[in-house]
Protein backbone atom coordinates (compact mmCIF):
# COMPACT_ATOMS: atom_id res chain seq x y z
CA UNK A 1 0.00 0.00 0.00
CA UNK A 2 1.20 3.22 -0.61
CA UNK A 3 1.84 5.44 2.02
CA UNK A 4 0.80 9.28 2.99
CA UNK A 5 4.26 10.72 2.41
CA UNK A 6 4.66 8.71 -1.48
CA UNK A 7 0.65 9.98 -2.06
CA UNK A 8 1.85 13.31 -1.25
CA UNK A 9 4.85 13.06 -3.85
CA UNK A 10 2.91 11.18 -6.29
CA UNK A 11 0.19 14.48 -6.20
CA UNK A 12 2.51 16.95 -6.82
CA UNK A 13 4.43 14.80 -10.05
CA UNK A 14 0.76 14.24 -11.27
CA UNK A 15 0.00 18.20 -11.06
CA UNK A 16 2.98 18.53 -13.22
CA UNK A 17 2.84 16.22 -15.80
CA UNK A 18 -0.30 17.44 -16.00
CA UNK A 19 0.73 21.04 -16.77
CA UNK A 20 3.42 19.79 -19.36
CA UNK A 21 0.59 17.88 -21.51
CA UNK A 22 -1.73 20.63 -21.49
CA UNK A 23 1.44 23.18 -22.68
CA UNK A 24 2.64 20.88 -25.40
CA UNK A 25 -0.72 19.73 -26.69
CA UNK A 26 -2.29 23.53 -27.26
CA UNK A 27 -3.01 23.90 -31.46
CA UNK A 28 -1.02 26.65 -32.69
CA UNK A 29 -4.16 28.47 -33.73
CA UNK A 30 -5.46 28.18 -29.66
CA UNK A 31 -2.10 29.65 -28.54
CA UNK A 32 -2.65 32.88 -30.98
CA UNK A 33 -6.19 33.65 -30.46
CA UNK A 34 -6.19 32.97 -26.67
CA UNK A 35 -4.12 35.77 -24.41
CA UNK A 36 -1.20 34.76 -22.64
CA UNK A 37 -3.54 35.61 -19.08
CA UNK A 38 -6.55 33.64 -19.88
CA UNK A 39 -3.77 30.49 -20.38
CA UNK A 40 -2.60 31.11 -17.63
CA UNK A 41 -5.65 31.26 -15.43
CA UNK A 42 -7.55 28.39 -17.06
CA UNK A 43 -3.97 26.41 -16.54
CA UNK A 44 -4.03 27.42 -12.76
CA UNK A 45 -7.98 26.41 -12.43
CA UNK A 46 -7.88 22.91 -14.44
CA UNK A 47 -4.16 22.58 -11.90
CA UNK A 48 -5.72 24.06 -8.46
CA UNK A 49 -9.00 21.30 -9.39
CA UNK A 50 -6.88 18.30 -9.82
CA UNK A 51 -4.35 19.09 -6.55
CA UNK A 52 -7.94 18.95 -4.66
CA UNK A 53 -8.59 15.88 -6.43
CA UNK A 54 -5.28 14.29 -5.31
CA UNK A 55 -5.67 15.77 -1.61
CA UNK A 56 -8.98 13.62 -1.53
CA UNK A 57 -6.74 10.98 -2.40
CA UNK A 58 -4.47 11.16 0.53
CA UNK A 59 -6.86 11.77 2.70
CA UNK A 60 -8.51 8.32 2.11
CA UNK A 61 -5.28 6.93 2.21
CA UNK A 62 -4.82 8.21 5.41
CA UNK A 63 -8.19 7.31 6.77
CA UNK A 64 -7.56 3.70 5.47
CA UNK A 65 -3.91 3.34 7.26
CA UNK A 66 -4.90 5.19 10.47
CA UNK A 67 -8.60 4.34 10.93
CA UNK A 68 -11.67 6.76 10.25
CA UNK A 69 -12.31 8.75 12.69
CA UNK A 70 -15.91 7.80 13.34
CA UNK A 71 -14.33 4.57 13.56
CA UNK A 72 -11.83 5.38 16.27
CA UNK A 73 -13.95 4.06 19.38
CA UNK A 74 -14.56 0.78 17.51
CA UNK A 75 -10.88 0.18 16.30
CA UNK A 76 -9.70 0.45 19.98
CA UNK A 77 -11.82 -2.59 20.83
CA UNK A 78 -10.78 -4.38 18.03
CA UNK A 79 -8.20 -7.08 17.45
CA UNK A 80 -4.54 -5.91 16.71
CA UNK A 81 -2.03 -7.68 14.56
CA UNK A 82 0.55 -8.34 16.97
CA UNK A 83 4.23 -10.24 15.81
CA UNK A 84 5.83 -12.90 17.83
CA UNK A 85 8.71 -10.79 18.18
CA UNK A 86 6.64 -8.66 20.02
CA UNK A 87 6.23 -5.55 17.52
CA UNK A 88 3.62 -4.71 15.29
CA UNK A 89 3.65 -6.25 11.58
CA UNK A 90 2.14 -6.69 8.49
CA UNK A 91 -0.81 -8.44 8.28
CA UNK A 92 0.56 -10.61 5.28
CA UNK A 93 2.96 -12.23 7.54
CA UNK A 94 1.92 -16.04 8.45
CA UNK A 95 3.91 -15.61 11.81
CA UNK A 96 1.29 -12.85 13.18
CA UNK A 97 -1.19 -13.82 16.30
CA UNK A 98 -3.91 -12.09 16.94
CA UNK A 99 -3.50 -9.82 20.18
CA UNK A 100 -7.36 -10.11 22.16
CA UNK A 101 -9.10 -6.56 23.10
CA UNK A 102 -7.83 -4.64 25.57
CA UNK A 103 -3.88 -6.32 25.32
CA UNK A 104 -1.71 -4.19 27.82
CA UNK A 105 1.71 -3.70 26.78
CA UNK A 106 4.44 -6.05 28.19
CA UNK A 107 6.61 -4.37 30.91
CA UNK A 108 9.80 -5.45 31.11
CA UNK A 109 12.32 -4.63 34.53
CA UNK A 110 15.72 -5.37 34.93
CA UNK A 111 17.84 -6.64 37.68
CA UNK A 112 21.20 -7.50 37.98
CA UNK A 113 23.98 -7.48 40.52
CA UNK A 114 27.99 -7.56 40.42
CA UNK A 115 30.10 -9.11 43.55
CA UNK A 116 33.51 -9.01 44.95
CA UNK A 117 34.42 -11.46 47.32
CA UNK A 118 37.34 -10.40 49.61
CA UNK A 119 37.94 -13.31 51.60
CA UNK A 120 36.92 -16.94 51.49
CA UNK A 121 37.42 -20.09 52.79
CA UNK A 122 39.96 -22.11 51.74
CA UNK A 123 42.75 -21.59 49.20
CA UNK A 124 40.23 -19.73 46.45
CA UNK A 125 41.02 -16.53 45.49
CA UNK A 126 39.72 -13.17 45.93
CA UNK A 127 37.40 -12.47 42.68
CA UNK A 128 34.90 -10.75 40.99
CA UNK A 129 31.46 -12.33 40.85
CA UNK A 130 28.36 -11.79 37.88
CA UNK A 131 25.50 -11.78 39.64
CA UNK A 132 22.62 -13.06 37.84
CA UNK A 133 20.78 -11.16 34.85
CA UNK A 134 16.84 -11.39 36.30
CA UNK A 135 14.07 -10.23 33.48
CA UNK A 136 10.95 -9.56 35.06
CA UNK A 137 8.05 -9.95 32.66
CA UNK A 138 4.26 -8.46 33.20
CA UNK A 139 1.73 -7.66 30.92
CA UNK A 140 -2.21 -6.71 31.91
CA UNK A 141 -4.64 -9.08 29.22
CA UNK A 142 -7.64 -7.65 30.16
CA UNK A 143 -9.88 -6.93 33.57
CA UNK A 144 -8.82 -9.87 35.65
CA UNK A 145 -6.40 -11.71 33.62
CA UNK A 146 -2.64 -11.26 34.05
CA UNK A 147 0.81 -12.84 33.41
CA UNK A 148 3.91 -12.71 35.54
CA UNK A 149 6.99 -14.29 34.05
CA UNK A 150 10.97 -14.32 35.07
CA UNK A 151 13.82 -14.75 32.79
CA UNK A 152 17.17 -15.39 34.43
CA UNK A 153 20.67 -15.73 33.03
CA UNK A 154 23.28 -16.60 35.74
CA UNK A 155 26.68 -17.78 35.64
CA UNK A 156 27.69 -21.12 37.23
CA UNK A 157 31.20 -22.23 38.55
CA UNK A 158 32.02 -23.24 35.31
CA UNK A 159 31.97 -19.30 33.94
CA UNK A 160 29.30 -20.46 31.67
CA UNK A 161 26.04 -18.70 31.47
CA UNK A 162 22.34 -20.56 31.16
CA UNK A 163 19.16 -19.24 31.26
CA UNK A 164 16.14 -20.36 33.30
CA UNK A 165 12.66 -19.98 33.48
CA UNK A 166 12.14 -19.17 37.54
CA UNK A 167 8.66 -17.74 36.92
CA UNK A 168 5.83 -18.02 34.43
CA UNK A 169 2.29 -17.48 35.37
CA UNK A 170 -0.98 -16.80 34.21
CA UNK A 171 -3.53 -15.49 36.72
CA UNK A 172 -6.71 -14.80 36.86
CA UNK A 173 -7.93 -12.31 39.81
CA UNK A 174 -11.73 -11.78 39.84
CA UNK A 175 -12.15 -10.41 43.44
CA UNK A 176 -9.80 -9.67 46.48
CA UNK A 177 -10.94 -13.36 47.95
CA UNK A 178 -9.91 -15.17 45.32
CA UNK A 179 -7.03 -15.24 42.70
CA UNK A 180 -5.62 -18.13 41.04
CA UNK A 181 -2.48 -18.61 39.06
CA UNK A 182 -1.52 -21.81 36.70
CA UNK A 183 2.42 -22.04 35.59
CA UNK A 184 5.75 -21.73 37.36
CA UNK A 185 5.82 -20.26 40.66
CA UNK A 186 7.89 -19.65 44.08
CA UNK A 187 6.22 -21.68 46.60
CA UNK A 188 4.43 -20.38 50.07
CA UNK A 189 6.19 -22.39 52.52
CA UNK A 190 7.57 -19.97 54.95
CA UNK A 191 7.80 -15.90 54.35
CA UNK A 192 11.04 -15.40 52.24
CA UNK A 193 10.22 -17.43 49.53
CA UNK A 194 7.01 -15.88 48.32
CA UNK A 195 8.22 -12.25 49.37
CA UNK A 196 11.60 -11.85 47.35
CA UNK A 197 12.48 -13.72 43.95
CA UNK A 198 15.51 -13.47 41.49
CA UNK A 199 16.04 -9.61 42.30
CA UNK A 200 19.01 -9.05 44.56
CA UNK A 201 18.36 -5.09 44.79
CA UNK A 202 15.19 -5.86 47.02
CA UNK A 203 16.99 -7.65 49.35
CA UNK A 204 18.23 -6.04 52.63
CA UNK A 205 21.16 -8.55 52.56
CA UNK A 206 23.52 -9.75 49.61
CA UNK A 207 22.21 -13.52 49.95
CA UNK A 208 19.20 -15.77 50.57
CA UNK A 209 19.11 -17.47 54.26
CA UNK A 210 20.59 -20.98 53.94
CA UNK A 211 16.98 -22.45 54.45
CA UNK A 212 16.09 -20.76 51.46
CA UNK A 213 18.24 -20.81 48.57
CA UNK A 214 17.41 -22.00 45.66
CA UNK A 215 17.69 -25.50 44.42
CA UNK A 216 20.62 -24.79 41.81
CA UNK A 217 22.91 -23.40 44.71
CA UNK A 218 22.57 -25.96 47.09
CA UNK A 219 18.87 -25.17 48.52
CA UNK A 220 17.30 -28.35 49.99
CA UNK A 221 13.54 -26.89 49.57
CA UNK A 222 11.65 -26.86 47.18
CA UNK A 223 11.37 -23.44 46.06
CA UNK A 224 9.40 -23.87 42.88
CA UNK A 225 6.79 -25.46 41.56
CA UNK A 226 4.52 -26.51 38.73
CA UNK A 227 1.10 -26.68 39.35
CA UNK A 228 -1.58 -24.32 40.62
CA UNK A 229 -1.54 -21.25 43.19
CA UNK A 230 -4.41 -20.04 44.74
CA UNK A 231 -4.60 -17.21 47.40
CA UNK A 232 -7.11 -14.08 48.70
CA UNK A 233 -8.37 -12.50 51.98
CA UNK A 234 -10.93 -14.15 54.28
CA UNK A 235 -13.72 -12.20 55.38
CA UNK A 236 -12.44 -11.71 59.30
CA UNK A 237 -12.49 -8.20 60.32
CA UNK A 238 -9.43 -6.48 61.92
CA UNK A 239 -7.52 -9.58 61.98
CA UNK A 240 -6.79 -9.58 58.47
CA UNK A 241 -6.77 -13.33 57.40
CA UNK A 242 -5.68 -14.48 54.28
CA UNK A 243 -5.36 -18.25 53.08
CA UNK A 244 -2.82 -19.45 50.51
CA UNK A 245 -3.35 -23.43 48.36
CA UNK A 246 -1.08 -24.97 46.12
CA UNK A 247 -0.71 -28.41 44.27
CA UNK A 248 2.35 -28.71 42.04
CA UNK A 249 4.24 -31.70 41.21
CA UNK A 250 6.44 -31.46 43.96
CA UNK A 251 10.42 -31.72 43.65
CA UNK A 252 12.45 -34.77 42.04
CA UNK A 253 14.64 -37.39 43.65
CA UNK A 254 14.23 -40.38 41.44
CA UNK A 255 18.30 -39.67 40.03
CA UNK A 256 21.27 -37.96 42.04
CA UNK A 257 22.18 -34.91 39.87
CA UNK A 258 18.47 -34.79 37.97
CA UNK A 259 16.55 -31.06 37.66
CA UNK A 260 14.04 -31.28 40.54
CA UNK A 261 11.94 -28.72 39.18
CA UNK A 262 9.45 -31.05 37.34
CA UNK A 263 8.52 -29.04 34.96
CA UNK A 264 7.13 -31.10 32.50
CA UNK A 265 6.96 -34.85 33.84
CA UNK A 266 6.06 -35.61 37.40
CA UNK A 267 7.93 -38.75 38.76
CA UNK A 268 5.05 -39.97 40.27
CA UNK A 269 1.13 -39.60 39.93
CA UNK A 270 0.89 -38.05 43.48
CA UNK A 271 0.48 -34.57 43.96
CA UNK A 272 2.69 -31.97 46.37
CA UNK A 273 0.06 -29.63 48.50
CA UNK A 274 1.05 -27.04 50.19
CA UNK A 275 -1.64 -24.97 52.76
CA UNK A 276 -1.01 -21.37 54.68
CA UNK A 277 -2.85 -19.04 57.05
CA UNK A 278 -1.94 -15.14 57.27
CA UNK A 279 -2.60 -12.95 59.22
CA UNK A 280 -1.84 -9.50 58.45
CA UNK A 281 -3.89 -7.38 61.83
CA UNK A 282 -4.77 -3.95 60.51
CA UNK A 283 -4.44 -2.15 63.94
CA UNK A 284 -0.52 -3.55 63.54
CA UNK A 285 0.20 -2.04 60.36
CA UNK A 286 3.88 -4.02 58.70
CA UNK A 287 3.15 -6.86 61.05
CA UNK A 288 2.40 -10.72 59.33
CA UNK A 289 2.32 -13.68 60.99
CA UNK A 290 1.75 -17.55 59.02
CA UNK A 291 1.78 -20.91 59.19
CA UNK A 292 2.24 -23.71 56.21
CA UNK A 293 2.36 -26.99 55.72
CA UNK A 294 3.68 -29.07 52.49
CA UNK A 295 2.69 -32.71 52.09
CA UNK A 296 4.60 -34.28 48.80
CA UNK A 297 5.41 -37.99 48.68
CA UNK A 298 9.46 -38.77 47.18
CA UNK A 299 10.06 -41.68 45.47
CA UNK A 300 14.23 -42.06 44.69
CA UNK A 301 15.51 -44.67 42.79
CA UNK A 302 16.07 -48.25 44.51
CA UNK A 303 14.54 -47.38 47.60
CA UNK A 304 11.00 -46.59 49.63
CA UNK A 305 9.03 -44.09 49.17
CA UNK A 306 9.36 -40.72 51.20
CA UNK A 307 6.63 -39.06 52.97
CA UNK A 308 7.56 -35.69 52.96
CA UNK A 309 6.35 -32.99 55.72
CA UNK A 310 7.57 -29.50 55.66
CA UNK A 311 6.21 -27.09 58.37
CA UNK A 312 6.94 -23.04 58.26
CA UNK A 313 6.16 -20.67 60.93
CA UNK A 314 7.15 -17.07 60.51
CA UNK A 315 5.99 -13.46 62.91
CA UNK A 316 7.74 -10.53 60.43
CA UNK A 317 7.11 -6.89 60.73
CA UNK A 318 8.11 -4.85 57.79
CA UNK A 319 8.00 -0.76 57.66
CA UNK A 320 10.06 1.87 55.55
CA UNK A 321 12.29 2.20 58.52
CA UNK A 322 12.21 -1.06 60.70
CA UNK A 323 12.66 -4.82 59.61
CA UNK A 324 12.33 -7.80 61.80
CA UNK A 325 12.18 -11.05 59.82
CA UNK A 326 11.52 -14.34 61.82
CA UNK A 327 11.45 -18.22 60.39
CA UNK A 328 11.72 -21.69 61.64
CA UNK A 329 11.30 -24.77 58.99
CA UNK A 330 10.95 -28.38 59.77
CA UNK A 331 11.47 -30.99 57.49
CA UNK A 332 10.47 -34.65 58.44
CA UNK A 333 10.99 -37.43 55.84
CA UNK A 334 9.77 -40.59 56.50
CA UNK A 335 10.51 -43.74 54.41
CA UNK A 336 7.42 -46.42 53.93
CA UNK A 337 9.26 -48.98 55.51
CA UNK A 338 9.74 -46.67 58.73
CA UNK A 339 13.06 -46.67 58.99
CA UNK A 340 15.53 -43.52 59.58
CA UNK A 341 12.94 -41.23 60.06
CA UNK A 342 14.81 -37.84 60.33
CA UNK A 343 13.42 -34.05 60.63
CA UNK A 344 15.70 -31.27 59.52
CA UNK A 345 15.59 -27.90 62.31
CA UNK A 346 16.25 -24.81 60.06
CA UNK A 347 15.72 -20.93 61.48
CA UNK A 348 16.67 -17.35 60.80
CA UNK A 349 16.35 -14.17 62.25
CA UNK A 350 17.45 -10.84 60.43
CA UNK A 351 16.92 -7.51 61.50
CA UNK A 352 17.65 -3.51 59.96
CA UNK A 353 16.95 -0.39 60.72
CA UNK A 354 17.07 2.51 57.98
CA UNK A 355 19.46 5.71 58.97
CA UNK A 356 19.27 8.11 55.85
CA UNK A 357 20.47 6.28 53.15
CA UNK A 358 22.05 3.66 55.22
CA UNK A 359 20.69 0.13 56.80
CA UNK A 360 23.04 -1.63 58.55
CA UNK A 361 21.70 -5.17 59.42
CA UNK A 362 22.18 -8.40 61.41
CA UNK A 363 21.26 -12.06 60.89
CA UNK A 364 21.42 -15.24 62.63
CA UNK A 365 20.83 -18.30 61.10
CA UNK A 366 20.71 -22.39 61.89
CA UNK A 367 20.75 -25.62 59.88
CA UNK A 368 20.92 -29.10 60.66
CA UNK A 369 20.36 -31.77 58.47
CA UNK A 370 20.62 -35.70 60.01
CA UNK A 371 23.65 -37.56 58.74
CA UNK A 372 20.79 -40.56 57.70
CA UNK A 373 18.37 -38.59 56.02
CA UNK A 374 16.99 -40.44 52.82
CA UNK A 375 16.58 -37.41 50.73
CA UNK A 376 19.55 -34.77 51.59
CA UNK A 377 22.46 -37.86 52.42
CA UNK A 378 25.25 -36.72 54.71
CA UNK A 379 26.41 -33.37 52.78
CA UNK A 380 25.44 -30.82 54.40
CA UNK A 381 25.48 -31.11 57.99
CA UNK A 382 25.25 -28.32 60.44
CA UNK A 383 25.63 -24.88 59.39
CA UNK A 384 25.03 -21.64 61.79
CA UNK A 385 26.59 -18.66 62.01
CA UNK A 386 26.15 -14.71 62.16
CA UNK A 387 25.83 -12.76 59.07
CA UNK A 388 26.26 -8.97 59.61
CA UNK A 389 26.32 -5.82 56.85
CA UNK A 390 24.85 -2.40 55.52
CA UNK A 391 22.97 -1.51 52.41
CA UNK A 392 23.64 1.64 51.31
CA UNK A 393 21.34 3.13 48.46
CA UNK A 394 23.16 5.22 46.67
CA UNK A 395 20.40 5.98 43.97
CA UNK A 396 16.63 4.99 43.82
CA UNK A 397 17.63 1.95 41.29
CA UNK A 398 21.10 1.27 42.94
CA UNK A 399 22.41 0.05 46.39
CA UNK A 400 25.33 -0.85 47.51
CA UNK A 401 26.13 -3.84 50.11
CA UNK A 402 29.13 -4.85 52.70
CA UNK A 403 29.05 -7.99 54.27
CA UNK A 404 30.68 -10.03 56.57
CA UNK A 405 29.98 -13.80 56.86
CA UNK A 406 31.50 -16.18 60.01
CA UNK A 407 29.90 -19.70 59.32
CA UNK A 408 30.84 -22.31 60.89
CA UNK A 409 29.57 -26.60 59.53
CA UNK A 410 29.76 -29.76 60.49
CA UNK A 411 30.14 -30.83 56.89
CA UNK A 412 31.38 -27.48 55.48
CA UNK A 413 34.20 -25.99 56.32
CA UNK A 414 34.77 -22.56 58.49
CA UNK A 415 33.90 -19.87 56.46
CA UNK A 416 34.92 -16.15 57.19
CA UNK A 417 33.91 -14.13 54.31
CA UNK A 418 33.89 -10.48 53.20
CA UNK A 419 31.50 -10.00 50.05
CA UNK A 420 30.66 -6.59 48.54
CA UNK A 421 27.63 -6.47 46.37
CA UNK A 422 26.42 -3.60 43.62
CA UNK A 423 22.84 -4.40 43.12
CA UNK A 424 20.67 -2.37 40.67
CA UNK A 425 17.42 -1.96 38.24
CA UNK A 426 16.76 -0.68 35.16
Same mark, same amino acid.
Given at each position: ?29 ? @????? =? ?8 ? &? ?67 ? +? ?6 ? +? ?18 ? $? ?6 ? #? ?51 ? $? ?17 ? #? ?6 ? &? ?27 ? =? #? ?25 ? @??? /????? +?????? @? ?14 ? &?????? &?????? /? ?13 ? $??? %? ?8 ? %???? /? ?20 ? %?? =? ?9 ? =? ?22 ? @????? /?
Amino acid at each position: MMTIKQSRRFSYAVACSIALVMLAGQPTSA @QQTRT =PAADDRALVE &QLLKRVEELEQQVKALQQSERGAPADASRSAESATTVGLSGSTQGSGDMRDVIAPAGLGALQIRGFSDL +DFHAAQAG +DQPNTFSLGQLDLFLSSRLG $TDFSTVGE #VVFEAGENNAIGIDVERILLQYSPSDMFNVAAGRYHTGIGYYNAAYHHGNWFQ $TAIGRPFIFRFEDDGGILP #VHGVGLTA &QGRIPSGGAGLRYLAEISNGRGTRLPGDE =P #VQNVVDENGGKAVNLALLARPASLPGL @QAG /FSVYR +DRLRPA @QAPSIAETIMAAHVVY &QSPVFE &QLNEAI /FIRHAPADASRVTTT $TSA %YSQISRQFGR %YRPY /FRYEYLDVPAMDGVFGDDIGRL %YG =PSVGVKYDAAA =PVALKLQYDRLTGRARSRTNGLTA @QLAFT /F
